[in-house]
């Protein structure tokens, strides 16, 4: 099975403009999550639509291809991009693995493990979960929520607490059931990456403002598996300035 592992990334973000060239302990973030992405993936591309981002990825020899400035969503760049590769490369891949372009902490277990996702021939995007042992994160509208089946398909996503606990006080659910928040990394067979782009959104997505439930409103199987580590993003100037704190940079 090839993989193919892109990692999007925009210069204006709003919050942090030219988040991908901020500094990580001398290199730009981009680099960094370049760097770990290729511990466990032989081919992978950044997919920009800035052209300063472009320079930078050549400049460390990184592959880098550019995309259209319009896309509304990072899945919509993903899957341009992995069209223009794979016509450059005049090479198939069965599965896209899309790679949050600021997170430089991503550890090559986690594509490894989105990667063993697609030995379930019933797979068609695969995604990770993290055990919740803070009945804190249960209720916080910023941690997604997830629930899954005995054979770890996602049957729902929600920034409410899933499932309810009845009968219970809040402060004892996390005892109650075994709870999983959503750590935001996605991989795709190649034909489900390509039809999911030219899906309308869903009212379900409309309402919880979650991209994957308009792929489960239309009948996709999304597999997920466990991961320990923690998803670490840099956002904002203030959380690169909270993991260098923390001593992680």
Not at 66 to 74: E, K, L, R, V, Y
Not at 118 to 128: P, Q, V, Y
Not at 238 to 248: A, C, I, T, Y
Request: charged fraction near 25%; include cysteine.
């Amino acid at each position: 099975m090839k993989f193919l592992g892109i990692i999007p990334a925009r210069y204006a973000s709003t919050r942090f403009p030219g988040k991908p060239l901020a500094d990580i302990n001398g290199k730009p973030m981009i680099q960094k999550v370049y760097e770990q992405a290729s511990k466990a993936l032989e081919e992978v591309w950044v997919a920009t639509d800035d052209t300063r981002i472009e320079e930078c990825v050549k400049s460390f020899g990184g592959k880098v291809i550019m995309t259209s400035p319009d896309h509304q969503s990072g899945t919509d760049r993903i899957a341009e991009a992995a069209r223009q590769i794979t016509d450059k490369l005049n090479s198939q891949f069965d599965v896209i693995i899309n790679i949050q372009g600021d997170e430089p902490f991503i550890q090559p277990e986690q594509i490894n493990s989105l990667k063993n996702c697609f030995k379930s021939t019933t797979a068609e995007i695969a995604t990770l979960i993290k055990s919740i042992s803070n009945a804190a994160e249960i209720f916080d509208a910023n941690k997604v929520k997830v629930v899954i089946g005995k054979d770890k398909r996602a049957l729902y996503f929600s920034r409410s607490p899933i499932p309810f606990v009845r009968g219970a006080n809040e402060e004892n659910w996390v005892e109650k059931h075994k709870f999983y928040k959503h750590i935001g990394m996605y991989a795709y067979r190649y034909k489900a990456l390509t039809e999911v782009t030219e899906l309308n959104q869903s009212s379900l997505e409309l309402s919880e403002s979650l991209e994957q439930l308009r792929w489960l409103e239309n009948g996709y199987w999304i597999q997920t598996e466990i991961t320990e580590h923690e998803s670490i993003g840099i956002d904002t100037p203030e959380d690169l300035k909270r993991v260098k704190e923390m001593g992680l940079l």
